[in-house]
């Protein structure tokens, strides 16, 4: 499809483990976010990739997060030593550019035992 | 730094009420304003925008117009339907910073 891409959709693991979270944007779409939602919570803002410009990374919660965009398109989100806390729905959206509107994923639903 | 703040919910209204969800903003720049929309089970999606003071964004009967002088983009619906139940999220999108801010939601009922 031509939609935001994002895997797994669902992922449970244990308190302790790694997990790795995967978003392919839309073709051509430069800008490229991260966020988080908690159970009955708004959107969390974490890590923001424009282009070749440095990431915007002050929204990365602790230093267990941490994201890379390789070649400009596909990202992937890593929360190294999982805990309870971090159990919440990941969101991707590219955009098109620096004004308009963000196109998002259906999410990655993590759930950490 | 930029910030949104919308009207805690949960909403609850019967149907073919009007509906008013206030939005109010923070920026240091000349943002893009957004409302997002959730429906059950469903990815976000853009459901208006607006980029420009006095611009007013619609879409499916809903309207919110860009007002600069009292930073706010209210979301209104003159008559809602059930199928408008949903999570409404307004955002701003900052031309200098890029970065595109979220307020926190509102849930929005509608009874038949």
């Known amino acids: 499809g031509a939609g935001v891409s994002q895997s797994p959709s669902n992922k449970v693991t244990e308190k302790g483990k790694d997990v790795e979270l995967r978003c392919d944007p839309i073709s051509g779409h430069t800008a490229l976010y991260w966020y988080r939602q908690s159970l009955g919570q708004g959107l969390e803002f974490l890590i923001y990739f424009q282009g070749n410009s440095a990431p915007d990374k002050s929204g990365l919660p602790s230093d267990r997060f941490s994201a890379e965009r390789t070649g400009g398109s596909v990202s992937t989100l890593t929360i190294q030593r999982t805990q309870q806390e971090d159990s919440a729905v990941y969101l991707c959206a590219s955009s098109p550019d620096s004004i308009g509107e963000l196109f998002f994923g259906e999410g990655s639903r993590l759930t950490v035992l | 730094g930029d910030s949104v703040t919308q009207m805690e919910g949960p909403v609850t209204l019967s149907e073919e009420a009007f509906l008013t969800i206030n939005c109010t903003y923070t920026a240091t720049g000349y943002p893009s304003l957004f409302w997002y929309v959730q429906y059950p089970g469903e990815g976000l999606q853009l459901l208006l925008k607006a980029t420009k003071a006095d611009d007013k964004g619609s879409n499916k009967g809903f309207e919110a117009t860009y007002r600069k002088e009292t930073t706010s983009f209210h979301l209104e619906k003159g008559s809602v339907q059930v199928s408008d139940s949903a999570v409404y999220f307004c955002?701003?999108?900052?031309?200098?910073?890029?970065?595109?801010?979220f307020g926190a939601g509102t849930r929005l009922f509608v009874k038949a």
């Open positions: 955002a701003l999108r900052d031309t200098g910073g890029f970065k595109t801010i």
